[in-house]
């Protein structure tokens, strides 16, 4: 069975019919209470499913940050990699405008950006795990809360979660009506129109909710050569969910959702050393990195398309005090792009000029798991888990100069699949009234399979000629010989066992005190980074890599003081890496190689600080803080040691301060908010800690927010800055390439984030 073309196109006309005509019907008002009573004196009480049961945020025993929606909405915060900046250690990269973001935890992450990449902070939508990364940028709308869960959960979360997870968690259908329209407007062409209703469509039998989400932005650069905007995308996303009481001990709910975004991606910049001119005599808009943004020269535009569509079902069945719940996922998605790769417009033969990669990918994952009542001295879960994915990719390098001899052109193009079972239990003793003790262990047995192929055009008298497309292969009118394949499937099988240790003791009603023990495991892979231009065995060669596995340690303190107006969490941490994956970008010969490999082994140690404190009944405000160090104690790529080295992407320090401050004014409500974001010195290759063009020096960001709500917050009108300084900090800069044999006439290829950014909203509650 085909998942994309027997539900995709039904699932997105489903939910867009649905979402429209339930976006039309206004029924009476429901006041969206955000705290409990408790909050005009103290911070709101806190419910999340981190251990995959509701419970309270200061009880559970690991760390844990959640960001309501009401911070997703006060602070305009768009995508998945947005969140972040409220996590401590916790970074959001973004290379791609508002596809594949790359996720960090703790100094665990990944750079990979192939097709087949897979990443140790796990991404969760509803409790549904999402292998690969192109599900991972969705919009954010219509949203209960975010948890983000740090350090490894393979007991009871499962597989590649070495680092931590992503949870994002949908507002649920309720027998109460209530819904809202959003609109907005901001500089850079931004538009956004949002909405969602839902409501008992039987009562106490069958509920639903519907929510729709459209964005549509302008560019950051203008292309000269082309005339074209880069940066620009519109983004449109929905959610129908069904809810059915069966009967008074089960429930179940069905819900559909699609995504498309089509747009450009984030604009690239050729930067040069002092901005003197590359080899080709070319000297970009943007010269040493401290000039020109607004332009771009690019012979090849950087169009980008996603889609996703798919389906869940949750039923949750009680009997005796126990629950059985059963998850079941069906889902399709494709991510296609085109770059210049030497962002310039000269077709660059040193290395490449242009690439094309597209990728299609079905999954299937279904989870059965049973739980004890949660009072008993011994409490626990137990449970199966099966996933399965296919995956699709075409990747095509060229360098059209129309010159026979300094062309080239090749392709890579696979299937991979995946098969994972698992069997999870997890378990929580009382051994006595103040002292618990936790524990679980996760058994995964997982095959992946690869079948591949690299081919590449022979030598030719003339410049190519092509019939349709340059990207597809079949278009070019030249003889294509294949350099490396692995005739037909290979596939290897690995296994796991997994495990955590949590004793905890409860100082007191308001201080828990615990230790936590953890294992993670990330699945194996293929190096899909494959140039036949390389002359190096090790080097952007088709190779085998490793699972990745971590072992953590973490003592963790979490308190509420002066009635639950002060919350004070705290951890110290140490983690010990083997076989971690990651990407090793290298330069030989001016040319840019990138390899997926394994490093014999690493450390991470750090510790954090997470407050927050209602100073007054009106002012609120927050701190986080984190401290990490990390190290590279095995790294050899192509000979060479580098032992000693940082991860990269992973800055020592990150800080967040805040406040939110809300006053009545005439008959409505004033709110006004702010944070402030550090992040110091990153790195973003392993194999160069010290170029200043390949590293971003600490930075500091900052944003604002003010709402004012009329008639119990049934109409809020709002205003946001982001990036209030409009500060210029790189999220990626790459390795010097493409240089002549003196060093002289190479580039940097680089990305800036998002300059400031302002807008303005309108909310209608119904």
């Avoid at 004012?708 to 210029?728: I, Q």
């Avoid at 390795?735 to 300059?755: M, V």
Wanted: with cysteine; charged share 20%.
């Amino acid at each position: 069975m085909n998942p994309r073309t027997t539900f995709r196109p039904a699932i997105r006309a489903t939910a867009i019919a649905s979402a429209l005509a339930c976006l039309t019907v206004a029924p009476a008002h429901a006041a969206d209470a955000e705290t409990d009573a408790s909050a005009d004196t103290g911070l709101e009480s806190i419910v999340v499913t981190a251990t995959r049961r509701e419970e309270p945020l200061q009880k559970v025993p690991t760390a844990v940050t959640v960001v309501s929606a009401r911070d997703l909405e006060d602070g305009a915060l768009r995508t998945t990699k947005d969140v972040a900046k409220f996590v401590p250690a916790a970074q959001g990269w973004n290379t791609e405008s508002r596809a594949r973001p790359r996720f960090f935890i703790r100094g665990v992450g990944s750079n990979e950006a192939t097709n087949n990449a897979v990443n140790p902070i796990a991404y969760y939508a509803d409790e549904v795990y999402y292998g690969n990364t192109l599900f991972a940028g969705a919009p954010l709308f219509d949203l209960d809360r975010v948890e983000v869960l740090r350090g490894p959960q393979g007991t009871l979360w499962g597989k590649n979660t070495t680092g931590g997870a992503f949870h994002f968690v949908s507002r649920a259908p309720e027998f109460d009506p209530d819904g809202y329209l959003r609109l907005e407007a901001g500089n850079l062409g931004s538009r956004v129109a949002e909405g969602a209703w839902g409501g008992a469509l039987k009562d106490e039998v069958l509920a639903g909710r519907a929510a729709l989400h459209y964005e549509k932005r302008g560019g950051l650069a203008t292309n000269t050569v082309t005339g074209h905007e880069v940066g620009d995308y519109s983004d449109l996303a929905g959610r129908v969910q069904l809810l059915a009481l069966t009967s008074a001990d089960t429930d179940a709910l069905v819900e559909a959702h699609f995504r498309h975004l089509d747009g450009t991606q984030r604009p690239w910049y050729s930067v040069t050393r002092r901005g003197a001119p590359d080899r080709y005599g070319y000297t970009a808009p943007v010269g040493d990195g401290s000039g020109d943004l607004d332009h771009v020269a690019y012979n090849v535009d950087l169009p980008i398309e996603v889609e996703s569509s798919g389906v869940r079902a949750v039923v949750h069945h009680r009997f005796d005090g126990y629950t059985l719940t059963s998850i079941t996922a069906f889902d399709s998605g494709s991510r296609s792009s085109t770059v210049d790769s030497d962002y310039t417009p000269v077709e660059w033969y040193s290395g490449s000029g242009r690439a094309y990669a597209k990728n299609s990918v079905d999954q299937v994952s279904q989870e059965l798991r049973i739980a004890s009542p949660r009072d008993a001295d011994l409490s626990w879960q137990s449970g199966l888990y099966y996933f399965q994915d296919s995956n699709r990719s075409l990747g095509t390098t060229a360098s059209l100069t129309g010159n026979a001899a300094t062309q080239k052109y090749y392709y890579t193009r696979f299937k991979q699949d995946t098969r994972s079972a698992a069997l999870f239990g997890n378990a929580t003793y009382a051994v006595a009234e103040r002292f618990k003790l936790n524990g679980g262990a996760r058994y995964t047995r997982e095959t992946v399979g690869i079948d591949l192929v690299t081919r590449s055009a022979t030598a030719a008298s003339s410049a190519y000629a092509f019939s349709g497309d340059w990207w597809q292969p079949g278009n070019l009118e030249s003889p294509l010989a294949t350099y490396f394949s692995t005739n037909g499937r290979v596939a290897n099988t690995w296994s796991n066992l997994g495990y955590d240790l949590t004793p905890e003791y409860t100082i007191d009603d308001n201080q828990l005190l615990y230790f936590r023990h953890a294992s993670g495991f990330r699945s194996g892979n293929y190096n899909t980074y494959i140039n036949p231009a390389s002359a190096l065995a090790t080097v952007s060669q088709f190779a085998l890599v490793r699972p990745e596995k971590l072992k953590s340690y973490e003592l963790g303190y979490k308190s509420s003081w002066l009635d639950k107006r002060l919350v004070l969490n705290a951890s110290a941490y140490h983690y010990d890496y083997r076989d971690m994956q990651l990407v090793v970008n290298q330069v030989y010969g001016g040319v840019f190689y990138p390899t997926l490999a394994n490093a014999g082994r690493g450390k991470v140690d750090g510790v954090e600080l997470e407050t927050a404190w209602r100073a007054t009944r009106d002012l609120k405000l927050r701190l986080n803080l984190s401290r990490l160090k990390t190290r590279f104690n095995e790294l050899v790529a192509n000979g060479r040691s580098y032992a000693g080295f940082n991860f990269a992407r992973v800055p020592q320090t990150t800080a967040l301060v805040g406040a939110d401050y809300r006053l009545a004014v005439g008959s409505g409500l004033l709110t006004l908010g702010a944070d402030w974001t550090y992040t110091s010195k990153v790195n973003f290759n392993v194999t160069d800690k010290t170029d200043p063009y390949a590293l971003q020096t600490g930075y500091s960001l900052g944003s604002l927010h003010a709402s004012y709500a009329f008639d119990h917050e049934r109409l809020v009108v709002g205003a946001y800055v982001n990036n209030v300084t409009d500060k210029r900090y790189k999220v990626q800069a790459m390795l010097y390439q493409g240089g002549l044999s003196d060093g002289s006439g190479g580039h940097y290829p680089t990305a800036y984030g998002d300059p400031r950014t302002f807008g303005a909203n309108l909310t209608y509650r119904f």
